[in-house]
Each structure stands twice: as C-alpha cells, then as structure tokens.
C-alpha cells in the first residue's frame, strides 16, 4: 500500500511542477490528459476563465476499449472536437504521467486530426 501510495504523490507532484510552467488560454488551451485503470479523459481548458472548452473520454466512444488503439482514437476524437470549436493550437499537459504508451497515442491522434502542440 505504501509504494502504490508513494507512487501516486511522485505523479501529482510532477503535476504541479509542470502546471506551475504551463497554462491555457482561449486562443491556446491547455490539452489536460486523465489516465485511470478503467478509462482515459481528455479536456480543452482555458485556464484565464477556468473553463473546459472542449471534452471527450473513452466511455463516449462505445467499441473502443482502454488500450493504446483506443487511446488512438480518443485523441482523433478530441482533435476533431477542438477543430470543430475553433482551437487549432494547444499546449500539452500530460499530467505527470510518462509520455509513452496511451499519454502517447493520445497526443499522436490529436495531431493526426490536425491539432498543433
């Protein structure tokens, strides 16, 4: 319990640290990435207004299952959704989780829909 424990304070940690760095604007949001064991979740937010311009997570798309392909499809999604509302242009906050794996597809889809980091 303890390392698990450990383990979660080292992320958040890392978290602040690169949220002290980085914000959102209207014209530029920040891309906030949400990683658990069940689901991942992906929001636009503007820090100045504290508002979630635009969202998606993987329970919306119903076939998709949480792994790397889903995770795929979940940045498409969220990078149409932004393209959609006008945002071409985001800064990246992976949230203290590794960029690899799913935190990567998740980045690699969006830029496939067109969105710029």
Avoid: W
Wanted: proline share 1%; glycine share 8%; aromatic share 4%.
């Amino acid at each position: 319990m303890l390392k698990q424990t450990a383990r979660k304070q080292d992320r958040l940690a890392r978290a602040r640290r690169v949220r002290a760095k980085i914000s959102g604007t209207a014209e530029r949001p920040r891309l906030a990435v949400f990683r658990s064991l069940r689901n991942i979740s992906v929001q636009a937010i503007d820090d100045t207004k504290g508002v979630t311009l635009v969202s998606a997570d993987l329970r919306e798309m119903k076939k998709t299952k949480n792994t790397v392909e889903g995770a795929l499809a979940l940045g498409k999604l969220v990078g149409e959704k932004c393209m959609a509302a006008g945002i071409k242009t985001v800064v990246f906050d992976r949230a203290g989780y590794r960029y690899h794996g799913k935190v990567k597809a998740v980045a690699d889809g969006a830029r496939e829909s067109g969105l710029v980091f």
